[in-house]
Structure formats: C-alpha cells, structure tokens
C-alpha cells in the first residue's frame, strides 16, 4: 500500500525567504510524482510532474526534485512572496488513482 | 484550451436527498477521476472513468456512483446523503495513453462545494 507524507503541515515564514516542502512516499516503485497547489476553497493546480527517470523539474521560482530510492521530493520554492501563500500537496499515481499527502499549508508574510 | 469544468459550483442537500455532479474534462482527455476533499481525511479517490469504462474505484459505499458519457463528460451521483458528505469534490482529466498507470499530467476542476443539511 502506497502511503504519502508531508512534513511540516505547516509553515509561516517571511516574504523573500527561501523555503523547501517535503514529501515522502513508501513504496519507490512509482511512474512519477506531481506537485500540486491548492488555494482556499479552490480546486488543485498542478506545478510540477517529475518522472521517475528524471532528478529535477524546474518551473520559474520552483524546482521538485525526486529522489525514488529514498522515497523522498522535494519542493524548493525560491524568494517566496505572500502570493506563494497555499496548500501543496504531493501526489503519486497508484492503479488509476493519485495517492495524496495531507499538505503543506504555506503562508508567506509582507 | 478550456479546463476543467464542473456544475454546480455549491450545492446544499438535505440528509437523505440524492445529488448529480457534473464534471467536462479537457478536450481530448479521456480519463476523468473523482475526488472527495475533506478537512480531515484529505483527498480520498472516488472512482476513475476511461473511455466509458470504470478501471477503479476507491472505499466508498455503494451510495457513490459514476459514469461516462460518450464525450467524456462524467457525472458523479450521490444517494441518500448523509451529513458526512458533506466535502469538496473535484474531478481531474487527463489524457491517460491507455496505460494502466497515469503518465500524464491530472488536471483539476474548481471543485463543486457540496453542504449537506
């Protein structure tokens, strides 16, 4: 059974600071991962898609990197701004689904 | 290329009434997946449609159904409802080569906010 992680599940930090979420999976046997953001009330908006045969994924300000042996990926989100403020969540495909983590609430202080 | 839509947005039901929740995928997508989001159990997996066919379907009770339209539309129906249904249910899309495993990208709806009284 494919179990997901998120740690902390949450984090307040000020505006331009550096941040990293993590995310950890139990059975490295998976295809990819995917980065997801989630605002308040809102449906889920995917940042990133890491293969399993890829280390890093880069989108502007973001970078996930996939470590399978580990189970583990992380999210480093560069110069945070109050916009960056959300949930991200984890996810790994298992059967036709996507296992989630509980997330990582961020909020980014002015 | 539109997104993925789902009606209605909200929705408040009374227990023991039934509801239908629509969801239209990105053209060209033919895998829809269900999801409920809830404070405390997070997202859980409902069921996944691909061309029709129901590959999967999470832990729910029976009261929980889907289908798939010719186009790829999907609609979700939930009988009896119970206060604990009351959630965020999301649909997502994506292309689904046929695989069984997702490669792709899943593309999320808005979510229809559904309140049972």
């Known amino acids: 059974k494919q179990e997901v992680t998120q740690i902390p599940a949450a984090l307040s930090v000020p505006e331009g600071e550096n941040l990293v979420l993590n995310c950890s999976f139990t059975d490295s046997a998976i295809y990819n991962l995917q980065w997801f953001r989630q605002d308040p009330g809102k449906g889920l908006t995917s940042l990133l898609l890491i293969q399993s045969s890829q280390r890093e994924q880069t989108s502007g300000r973001l970078n996930a990197s996939l470590d399978k042996s580990s189970g583990r990926s992380t999210l480093y989100i560069a110069a945070s701004q109050p916009g960056d403020s959300a949930t991200y969540l984890c996810?790994?495909?298992?059967?036709?689904?996507?296992?989630f983590g509980k997330g990582t609430k961020l909020t980014v202080n002015p | 290329k539109a997104g993925v839509t789902q009606t209605p947005r909200y929705l408040i039901k009374t227990r023991g009434q039934q509801v239908t929740l629509s969801c239209s995928p990105i053209s060209g997508h033919r895998s829809v997946s269900w999801y409920q989001q809830t404070p405390g159990q997070g997202l859980q997996f409902l069921f996944e449609y691909f061309s029709e066919t129901q590959r999967n379907k999470g832990n729910f009770p029976g009261r929980f159904s889907g289908r798939q339209f010719s186009n790829s539309r999907s609609e979700m129906n939930v009988s009896t409802l119970e206060l604990g249904d009351s959630a965020l249910y999301l649909c997502?899309?994506?292309?689904?080569?046929?695989?069984?495993?997702?490669?792709?990208?899943?593309?999320f709806g808005p979510g229809t906010r559904l309140l049972v009284l």
């Open positions: 997502a899309s994506s292309f689904a080569s046929g695989g069984v495993e997702y490669q792709e990208t899943q593309y």
């Open positions: 996810a790994v495909p298992r059967s036709e689904k996507l296992v």
